[in-house]
Structures are given as C-alpha cells and as structure tokens.
C-alpha cells in the first residue's frame, strides 16, 4: 500500500480540515468544530455523501460486522440516529425487511438527501426523520437505536442518552459506534482530543439511566461497539 493510504482514509471520514481534500464541503463551525467547541454542521449534503459512502469506507468501517452485532431479526423496528447520508440505513432497511427503520438527523440538508436517496432506492420500510439535538424526534418505542460516528458530535450527552433511553423498549438496546482514542493519530474521525473514553459514554450513559451491556474493542480497527440497555434496579422487572 503506498504512502496515499492515511490522506484517502482521512478523506472518507475526517470529521477535521483535510486541506489535501479539495471537495471537502464548507464547514460552518469552527476548524475542528466538535462537540466541545460548537455544533458541527453537516450542509451540502451530496458533498458528504462523496466521502461518508466512498466504498473505501468498508475497509475500516465493516459494515457488515457492526450490523452482524446488533443480532436483528427481520421484523425488527429500529432507529439510525446521526442518520447522515445512509451508509447504515440504507444497509439495516435490508437487515430488516419486514420490519422498519427511522433515520433521523439534526441537519435539514441531511434529512432532504436521505429522504431523496430513500425513495430513488425503493426502500419502503425506511421512514425519514428531522430530530433536534436532544430528541430524535422518534414516533415509537424501537428494539434497537444505532448511533455510528455522533456521539463525539453532541454537546449535551446525558440529555440526549435520555431521550435514547426513552426511545427504546425495556429490554431494548442502544449502539454506539464511535472512535477509539487510541487509535492512530492519522486514523479516520475526529483529532485525538475529542474521541470520547468508553468510560467517558459509560458516565452519561448511567446518567441517563442506561448501562453499558458490552463493549467490544476488537471487531473494528479504530472504533468500539458499544451495546447500552436500560439500567434496571435491583428486583426490577421490566414494564
Ligand atoms: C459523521 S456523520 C455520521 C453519519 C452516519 N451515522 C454514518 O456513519 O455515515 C454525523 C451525523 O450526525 C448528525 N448529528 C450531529 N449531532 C446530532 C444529534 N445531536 N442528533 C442527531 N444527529 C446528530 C450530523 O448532522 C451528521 O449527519
């Protein structure tokens, strides 16, 4: 593999100033605008879409592993939060096709393309959503909520793993894919200084009233698999 390697693979997913990139979309926030600094905005939707479904993605991103963890059946109802251009949705409304997915996301220009991208795919189980920074603005309660490459985007995490936590059915999940800080400077996501510790999203997610069920650290070169569930007190039966 030659030296271009790190330069495309930051290109698929730097969610940082990539000047070698000249199609990189404008950012309208700050030069690395994370979580910490302000909201990153996710405009000029099709501009994405060249980077966030680059098939180049797949050799890091393993879609097929992250859907092979959630252990969907087919009439499943889920949610993809943080939707983006599809990359996820458009494979989970094949993962389940007698059930239902909701792809939601804050960014209108996002939720105009994914909607476009739904119909011209024929992907009828697939309802598009506009969320709110702490409400994905889901209509029901869902089995599973899968959140790839977010978290790290979200100012207020405890609000929003609450709205999650109220989203899922008792003995629901929520899935976070997001990016190791140990990983390579140079690997895709955001600089080292905003991806978030396991334990970090372990905290906000207790606060919220949901705890981690696994965390597999192997499966993906750059990135965790978290599996979230409601906490449950002791003696507590689900309702
Ligand atoms: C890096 S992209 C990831 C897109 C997609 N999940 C993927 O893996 O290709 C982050 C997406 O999260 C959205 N986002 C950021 N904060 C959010 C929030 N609080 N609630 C829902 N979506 C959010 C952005 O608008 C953007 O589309």
Redesign the pocket.
């Known amino acids: 593999m030659t030296r271009r390697l790190p330069f495309v693979v930051l290109a698929v997913?730097g969610?940082r100033p990539t000047p070698a990139v000249p199609a990189a979309p404008a950012h309208h926030s700050p030069p690395d605008g994370h979580a910490h600094d302000m909201?990153?905005?996710?405009e000029r939707a099709e501009d994405?879409a060249a980077r966030?479904d680059d098939p180049a993605r797949d050799n890091w991103?393993k879609p097929d592993v992250v859907i092979a963890s959630l252990g969907l059946r087919s009439d499943d109802k889920i949610a993809?939060?943080?939707?983006?251009?599809g990359?996820?949705t458009t494979r989970l409304a094949q993962a389940v096709p007698a059930g239902k997915v909701y792809a939601?996301?804050?960014?209108p220009d996002?939720v105009r393309y994914l909607g476009k991208r739904i119909q011209e795919d024929g992907l009828t189980n697939v309802a598009v959503v506009q969320?709110?920074?702490?409400d994905?603005n889901l209509p029901e309660r869902l089995r599973l909520i899968l959140?790839?490459?977010?978290v790290h985007?979200?100012?207020d995490r405890v609000a929003?793993f609450r709205a999650l936590a109220d989203d899922i059915a008792p003995t629901g999940e929520v899935v976070i894919v997001d990016f190791k800080p140990e990983a390579p400077d140079d690997a895709p996501g955001p600089p080292k200084r905003h991806r978030l510790t396991i334990d970090q999203i372990a905290g906000d997610a207790d606060a919220a009233g949901l705890a981690v069920v696994s965390a597999d650290t192997t499966s993906l070169p750059y990135q965790y698999i978290l599996h979230l569930g409601r906490a449950r007190a002791p003696g507590h039966s689900p309702t």
Do not use: K, L
């Open positions: 997913f969610c909201p990153h905005r996710f994405w966030f991103q993809d939060v943080g939707a983006g251009t990359y996820f939601s996301d804050i960014e996002m969320g709110s920074p702490n994905p959140v790839v490459n977010v985007h979200v100012h929003f």
